[in-house]
């Protein structure tokens, strides 16, 4: 199960809601840059941080990013910052490497990783997505439209605090600016001369005889119909998949590991009359790691579930701690995600970010588990 890792600045503005104004003038035909605004905003799962994005994204120009606050738990180290663009609707089509132990992301809707320095201070520029360098589950991003990135943190450094942070912006044309004009001297007034008499209009006048006429012909076929489109309610896992649990080290009574699991994907191509009014949930259960003779239960391997194509009517389950946390893990059934009868339809991308916590003393070894993730109806 894989865990992972991973231009010049325009007006920008700390993103939460409050707006920003800036003028634009004109000087002699020059188009002049408007003066950058910013508003300081906390964020939500952590009022600790702050957030600032570029107010507008130009199109083809990186997006530019930065925060301050990001640190661990005991506040002596940056966090580890994964990046999503619009909550997971672009995937890469490049490698992102984790910043500190350089490991291969397998999870392509993380666009980037980022470490924050010491006092949890960051700053980034993303890629602006393009078809040369993204794949788009919804629509491309272009002149217009509302974008987002959203930042997480918590499993891909020890001792990190969970955090989802999301900020927003729009995407506008690259400007053009033009050649200078020279002012022209003002000429002398002249003298306004009399107003003369409105005419009366004049009747409209037939057209004339066409020098010649054609017909053409314009026909389409409906078919008959066979009642409404059905198709399957499926779910699917990239072949191979599997999480390399990275270790973070020994966190006071425990040896920390974390990963993300790989996308889930849930398509429902069912029609409203099969699927009644209903919609589908989805679930995970874990077997016990074993390692040779030594094994540790599954209730040590805990998560913390995403929808990574949100929309209304889909929402993930809640996080589960492990045992040395005082829960249950995922010996037991957790729910990934659910969707009622509003947001079943379509494709939809799932995730989860793994925590791994076990006793010290724990037996060396490579342990392996294996994860199930069942897909059912819902009434």
């Given at each position: 199960m894989a865990a992972t890792a991973v231009a010049p600045?325009?007006?920008?503005?700390?993103?939460?809601?409050?707006?920003?104004?800036?003028?634009?003038?004109?000087?002699?035909?020059?188009?002049?840059?408007?003066?950058?605004?910013?508003?300081?905003?906390?964020?939500?799962?952590?009022?600790?941080?702050?957030?600032t994005i570029d107010d507008e994204v130009t199109v083809g120009e990186p997006i530019t990013v930065s925060g301050t606050g990001w640190t661990t738990q005991a506040g002596d180290a940056g966090s580890v910052i994964a990046f999503k663009l619009d909550d997971g609707g672009i995937s890469t089509t490049g490698t992102v490497t984790h910043p500190v132990t350089g490991a291969a992301q397998g999870n392509k809707t993380i666009w980037a990783i980022a470490a924050a320095a010491p006092d949890g201070s960051f700053s980034i520029d993303l890629p602006f997505p393009t078809s040369a360098n993204a794949t788009f589950t919804g629509t491309p991003w272009d002149v217009g439209s509302p974008v987002s990135v959203r930042m997480l943190t918590g499993s891909l450094t020890a001792g990190d605090v969970m955090r989802t942070e999301l900020v927003t912006s729009t995407v506008v044309p690259a400007g053009t600016p033009t050649e200078p004009t020279e002012p022209t001297e003002p000429t002398e007034p002249t003298e306004p001369t009399e107003p003369t008499e409105p005419t009366e209009p004049t009747?409209?006048?037939?057209?004339?005889?066409?020098?010649g006429s054609t017909?053409?012909?314009?026909?389409?076929?409906?078919?008959?119909?066979?009642?409404?489109?059905d198709g399957p309610l499926s779910l699917t896992v990239d072949?191979?998949?599997?999480?390399?649990?990275?270790?973070?080290?020994?966190?006071?009574?425990?040896?920390?590991?974390?990963?993300?699991?790989?996308?889930?994907?849930v398509n429902d191509a069912r029609s409203e009359e099969t699927a009644a009014g209903g919609g589908w949930a989805v679930s995970a259960q874990a077997g016990a790691f074993a390692a040779g003779?030594?094994?540790?239960?599954?209730?040590?391997?805990?998560?913390?579930p995403e929808v990574l194509t949100p929309r209304a009517g889909v929402t993930a389950g809640a996080a589960v701690a492990g045992a040395l946390d005082g829960g249950a893990g995922l010996a037991q059934p957790a729910c990934l995600a659910k969707a009622d009868s509003s947001g079943r339809a379509g494709l939809t991308q799932l995730g989860a970010q793994l925590a791994w916590d076990v006793p010290v003393d724990t037996a060396a070894g490579e342990y392996t588990s294996t994860l199930t993730v069942s897909l059912f109806p819902t009434d």
């Open positions: 600045r325009r007006r920008s503005r700390w993103v939460t809601g409050m707006a920003a104004a800036a003028a634009v003038t004109t000087v002699f035909g020059f188009l002049t840059a408007p003066v950058a605004t910013a508003a300081t905003v906390p964020g939500t799962s952590d009022p600790a941080v702050t957030i009747e409209p006048t037939q057209p004339g005889e066409p020098a017909a053409i012909t314009i026909s389409a076929v409906v078919e008959e119909s066979t009642g409404p489109v072949q191979g998949a599997a999480v390399q649990l990275t270790a973070d080290g020994q966190q006071g009574d425990r040896l920390a590991f974390s990963g993300l699991l790989p996308a889930v994907e003779e030594a094994s540790v239960g599954a209730d040590h391997l805990a998560w913390t």
